[in-house]
């Protein structure tokens, strides 16, 4: 039986303030500048030389004794207030300790700086390789003996798993109880997980847990009327069937993906709804597409992935929707359904946006490689590209809870994130998350050379300029990781390599199940990997025997991301830990992000320059690389915004609700 308690904490959350505009928002920059300033890190530092400088104290402590200390400092951080901020030196260093004893790892000092950056409630951006895991382990422990739901969260089900099992030890020593939720878990499972102190998981599967356990109590989301219909009503069910116990504090790794990255892409609870119609209609708009032409009879906006039917293409659909009956008769309604069709044909491209499996669409997440097997695309698409691929036509799926990942993580208490690139996004962490970042050092100097891009006139000339640059590193017994923007791309690279004699590992969202395995032994001699964008992220890639000599990892980059942030994350792989390594882009001016995101007139000068090996052509072609990165940045900003600004809608329209519409 709850106490009234814990059944108000099972469905509390943070309601998050209307973000600010104009003036206000302006004045609320310049805070966030503040609490990003040089001096925060200064502070970091002498706070953990402070915890260093206790080391050998508690190092000559029994196992005993040190559990005392722990229990004696998980007391406090219970009661919370002056007590825990008075106790939060000696907690962490009996924390490290309890670490090195444990997991044998003894946390460095920028990582005891980057956990209590997290206990601040900071962004800790650290480079690849500085022991993120762990240092997120430390503050976990901090948070969980406050006994309030804390939620580590993470970007694949291994790495939840993984994360959790590894640190398991220390938490168990420290008097915390934790649990891990995977995609596959049934509720009772996901409810003996969300019970522990402290609990991996992914943004998708908290986010539906929440959504889910929303639906179970609709109406009596709030405690309030739970208590007013109990008393009422006695022998009532209650708020029994929910799986989380609320929400309170979260640290989230790899931040920019889930928070930055994923929040475009609301996530939704849908039912399957048999539309017999709508499969026939998808199918009969395919056909009708197909002798249609671009140019001719519609234009490609490659931007905004827009299709425009053009007056030769309006008058030859109208022929062809002649002798067919009712909507196709009306202009509007045809027009609109093969629209969709020729989006699906221009911009859906198997590879790229999804895989074929098991006679059935799979969407691919473009930042990750990674397959999203329960995802599907709404208003039709999805049914649009399955009938392009000529598959069985599913049913159309009918929406009963939307929530954004930016709405959802402003509902925490406590929020704190870790990743390799933050400072570009600063500015919006702060706006939308009321995160500040803080950039941490590395334990030891970064030793990366990054080569400038190379660009060349045609995707045929760059990949081979690429196949050459792998044999060039393999002659040498250098290991080279090569990262590519799709799975498509990923195959195309592994069939030159496999004409050019070398072998190679595939690591993309067809092979996902190997990936951390892959990635792992991706610094042996001589070792070539070829991987979808960020695919193995969280793994590190430790250099094998006689590799530093050699010069260490080669990174290849074969495509600039449509975010600086990525292609940081992709040479962040190189020259971990003081390691040698090196980095370089090798492009084309045929690459997707220069036609997306560059004026015709730019993009094409560009490529004629390019092309005649004008003198400043790699220059001017550098430039226009940023321009469009900048460009494509600014556009996606706008989908951000744009989503913030349907979570607002939606709050408004449905005020009479309240909370319960999360």
């Avoid at 109406?219 to 008393?231: D, F, G, I, N, W």
């Avoid at 009879?297 to 905004?304: A, F, I, K, L, T």
């Avoid at 009712?326 to 027009?335: A, I």
């Avoid at 390691?579 to 690459?591: I, K, M, N, R």
Wanted: aromatic share 6%; proline share 5%.
């Amino acid at each position: 039986m709850n106490t009234p308690t814990q059944d108000y904490r099972r469905t509390a959350f943070h309601q998050p303030e209307r973000l600010l505009k104009g003036l206000d928002a302006a004045l609320h920059g310049v805070g966030g500048a503040y609490r990003r300033r040089a001096g925060v890190l200064a502070g970091l530092r002498r706070q953990a030389e402070q915890v260093d400088a206790l080391a050998r104290e508690y190092q000559d402590l029994s196992n005993h004794h040190l559990q005392e200390r722990l229990l004696e400092c998980r007391a406090h951080f219970r009661r919370g207030g002056r007590a825990s901020a008075d106790q939060l030196v000696p907690a962490l260093a009996a924390v490290r300790e309890a670490a090195d004893r444990e997991v044998g790892l003894r946390p460095f000092v920028v990582q005891l700086m980057g956990a209590l950056a997290l206990h601040r409630g900071y962004l800790a951006e650290m480079a690849t390789g500085e022991g993120k895991t762990l240092t997120a382990g430390l503050a976990g422990v901090l948070w969980a003996w406050t006994r309030r739901p804390c939620h580590i969260i993470t970007v694949n089900d291994y790495l939840v798993q993984r994360d959790a099992e590894w640190l398991k030890p220390l938490y168990h020593f420290c008097g915390v109880r934790v649990g891990f939720v995977t995609g596959m878990m049934p509720p009772d499972e996901r409810r003996k997980a969300y019970v522990c102190d402290l609990t991996y998981a992914t943004s998708k599967e908290v986010t539906a847990d929440f959504l889910r356990d929303g639906l179970r109590v609709g109406p009596l989301r709030q405690p309030t009327r739970r208590l007013v219909r109990h008393l009422l009503r006695p022998a009532a069910e209650g708020a029994d069937g929910l799986v989380m116990r609320g929400l309170h504090s979260a640290i989230v790794d790899e931040a920019d993906s889930v928070l930055i990255d994923e929040a475009v892409t609301p996530l939704i609870i849908s039912t399957f709804r048999a539309n017999d119609a709508l499969r026939e209609v998808a199918r009969l708009a395919h056909e009708l597409t197909q002798p249609l032409r671009p140019e001719t009879d519609y234009w490609v906006n490659h931007r905004y992935r827009e299709v425009e039917l053009t007056p030769v293409g309006r008058a030859k659909l109208a022929e062809l929707c002649a002798p067919l009956p009712g909507l196709w008769r009306g202009p509007s309604r045809r027009m609109e359904l093969v629209k969709q069709a020729l989006v699906a044909r221009e911009f859906y491209q198997p590879g790229k946006q999804y895989i074929v499996a098991d006679s059935k669409v799979v969407i691919v997440d473009e930042f990750t490689g990674r397959q999203m097997p329960q995802r599907t695309w709404r208003q039709g698409m999805h049914q649009a590209v399955e009938a392009k691929e000529g598959l069985p036509i599913s049913d159309p799926t009918e929406t009963v809870a939307r929530i954004s990942f930016q709405r959802y993580f402003r509902f925490y208490h406590r929020l704190a994130g870790m990743t390799g690139t933050a400072r570009e996004a600063a500015a919006e962490l702060w706006q939308i998350y009321r995160l500040p970042v803080v950039t941490l050092p590395t334990h030891r100097p970064c030793v990366r050379v990054q080569y400038p891009d190379r660009v060349y006139p045609s995707e045929e000339a760059k990949w081979e300029a690429v196949v050459a640059e792998i044999g060039r590193m393999h002659a040498e017994g250098r290991p080279v990781l090569v990262g590519t923007r799709s799975v498509m791309a990923s195959e195309t690279l592994a069939q030159q390599l496999t004409e050019a004699g070398l072998p190679y590992k595939l690591l993309n969202a067809v092979r996902h199940a190997e990936e951390a395995l892959i990635v792992a032994v991706a610094g042996e001699p001589g070792r070539i990997t070829i991987a979808t964008n960020m695919a193995g992220r969280g793994t590190d890639i430790k250099l094998g025997v006689g590799v530093a000599a050699r010069g260490g990892l080669h990174v290849i980059a074969t495509e600039r991301h449509e975010s600086g942030r990525v292609d940081r994350q992709l040479f962040g792989r190189c020259a971990r830990q003081g390691d040698p390594g090196s980095a370089q882009a090798l492009v084309s001016v045929q690459d997707e992000l220069l036609r997306r995101f560059l004026p015709r007139l730019v993009h094409g000068q560009v490529r004629r320059w390019v092309k005649a090996g004008a003198p400043g052509a790699q220059a001017a072609a550098e430039a226009a690389l940023a321009l469009a990165q900048r460009n494509a940045q600014r556009q996606a900003y706008k989908l951000r915004r744009s989503v913030l600004r349907t979570d607002d809608w939606i709050e408004e329209s449905l005020s009479f609700a309240g909370s319960e519409t999360g």
